[in-house]
């Protein structure tokens, strides 16, 4: 009977059946989905095609968020995955819980740098036996002694950009981007620090092909992640985008490369530099090559550049909307530092007013925005009093959990004396529910280190400068996308020399 078809409608029938047989199997997987009780819509439930819709709409914690606000602090965003947005799974999914197993990072994190060498640095890597090595490895190179003798190598980099500011904002009179002159500012310090010098990114104006790598890096997190979840959709775009993957694929290994030469270079050739490989060079053993080094410092130089670029520009966005809180804040560094040169780092972070507005700035607009993905270990666990079967994929949602109406008084007005120590308002804020530099053994390393380059560099632009809000009709969250990291509207900025204290810098 079936040999009395012609071969088309064999073809046709072949792939009829093959359809019918892929339909079935997904509503079979749906109904016994044990995700299936949580909330959140139901095509969520058995597709990941909503997921890769926002991520690649690059507005996937926007979305998911809404679905916070609709839903509650649980939800399923995807057949094996679910979110959460309260201060409770914060601590459960990536704190140390006594008596319970550790929910290790999930497979998003597989596959970035040094791929085809299969190593890993201290961000990617899965294993928490390999991590927990790495850490001690690397916290060397982030002790506060370390932080201390890396102080002039940052503030060096400060200058440079108090001075190009100076020069274009203030001799030129014109417009700045500030957001994209803060991040080569960023890019630099961490070339100084990870890599042994800066990119002169600054002085360049980004000319460097690592400040484009970094840049289109985040969106190809993005693009990998959405071909895991449809590896066969994925082989396909492969096939038809070869040309786009090709592309990036060549920037990271130009970047990997550049990283190695950088590391090789390092060994042959030692140096008292207080810079993060002088600390791993102490510490190597031998077991450990110039490649181990060079994947610490590719990730280091992610790690440390955008997250704290995005704070510095979004608590100016803010803080240059409200005078009071502008007036409030210039009053507190300039008088704190009666001149520019007795401005240092210590007395930097240890501003109270400056402190609250950095913290409610990591809140308003988290750094991190998305959720960092961990499963759940075997036999299942709890997550904010819920069970979760094992093999599930869970995070914190940093940015709905930062802005839920369910943590926060008014969440989206930006008050930085939500977070002040002797708070007299009655304010019910859940300050836990936001956690910048997430927690436990994967929470960030780096985060003395970002406090100090935050600080110093508002005391240093804002001793300096009056500011004005050039795009004020720009809103931050309307106006932003999503690639791993915040890709953002930009910042511009009018300048003037200050003219409250006539200090040494005074033009
Ligand atoms: C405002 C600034 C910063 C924020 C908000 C921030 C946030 C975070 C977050 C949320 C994580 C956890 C990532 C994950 O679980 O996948 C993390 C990890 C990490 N961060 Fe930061 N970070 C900042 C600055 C820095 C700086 C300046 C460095 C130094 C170069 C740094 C180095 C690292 C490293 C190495 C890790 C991995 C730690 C581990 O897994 O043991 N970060 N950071």
Not at 35 to 41: A, E, I, Y
Not at 67 to 79: D, S
Not at 483 to 499: E, F, I, K, M, S
Request: glycine share 6%; aromatic share 12%; charged share 20%.
């Amino acid at each position: 009977m079936l040999f009395a078809l012609s071969p088309i409608a064999l073809v046709w029938a072949g792939l009829v059946f093959f359809t019918l047989l892929t339909l079935l199997h997904k509503l079979y997987t749906a109904l016994t989905n044990p995700l299936r009780k949580f909330p959140g819509p139901w095509l969520c439930h058995y597709s990941n095609v909503p997921y890769s819709y926002w991520l690649l709409r690059r507005r996937k914690e926007f979305w998911i968020h809404s679905m916070h606000e609709k839903y509650g602090p649980v939800v399923c965003v995807a057949p094996n995955e679910i979110s959460f947005n309260t201060a409770q799974s914060w601590k459960d999914i990536y704190g140390f819980r006594h008596g319970h197993q550790t929910f290790i990072k999930s497979e998003f994190y597989d596959g970035y740098m040094f791929i085809e060498e299969g190593i890993h640095g201290i961000i990617t890597s899965r294993d928490p036996k390999e991590h927990a090595s790495m850490r001690r490895f690397m916290s060397h190179a982030f002790s506060s002694l370390a932080l201390k003798e890396q102080e002039p190598l940052v503030e060096d980099i400060i200058e440079h950009l108090v001075a190009n500011v100076r020069e274009i904002g203030v001799k030129k009179g014109e417009v700045m981007e500030f957001d994209w002159w803060l991040r080569l500012c960023m890019f630099d310090i961490m070339g100084s620090l990870a890599f042994g010098k800066s990119f002169d990114a600054l002085k360049n104006g980004g000319q460097h092909p690592s400040v484009k790598f970094i840049h289109e890096a985040t969106r190809q997190v993005g693009i990998i992640d959405i071909m895991k979840r449809f590896p066969i959709a994925g082989k396909i775009y492969a096939l038809f985008f070869a040309r786009t993957l090709l592309r990036l694929l060549e920037g990271n290994k130009k970047h990997e490369q550049f990283a190695l030469k950088i590391a090789q270079e390092r060994l042959a050739n030692p140096s008292k530099r207080p810079d993060f490989l002088t600390r791993l060079q102490e510490n190597m053993d031998e077991s450990q090559g110039a490649i181990h080094i060079a994947a610490q410092a590719a990730e280091l130089l992610q790690a440390g550049t955008d997250t704290t670029n995005i704070t510095i520009k979004t608590a100016l966005n803010y803080i240059l909307r409200d005078k009071a809180l502008y007036n409030r804040l210039k009053n507190e560094i300039r008088t704190r530092f009666p001149t520019y040169k007795s401005i240092n780092a210590q007395d930097a972070v240890s501003l109270p007013f400056l402190r609250t507005v950095i913290l409610e700035a990591m809140r308003i607009y988290a750094p991190v925005a998305p959720g960092l993905p961990r499963l759940v270990p075997r036999g299942g666990d709890t997550v904010d009093g819920i069970f979760v079967p094992e093999g599930t994929v869970v995070s914190t949602n940093a940015f709905s959990a930062n802005l839920s109406s369910r943590n926060w008084e008014d969440p989206m007005t930006f008050k930085p004396d939500r977070w002040a120590k002797d708070r007299v308002s009655k304010s019910w804020d859940i300050l836990e529910a936001a956690q910048p530099f997430s927690l436990g053994p994967r929470g960030c390393i780096g985060q003395n280190l970002a406090w100090v380059e935050m600080n110093f560099i508002i005391c240093k632009l804002m001793w300096s400068f009056d500011f004005e809000l050039v795009n004020a009709d720009m809103d931050l969250h309307r106006d932003s996308f999503i690639d791993t990291l915040w890709n953002g509207a930009p910042l511009y900025l009018r300048v003037r020399v200050q003219t409250d204290i006539n200090g040494e810098y005074g033009i």
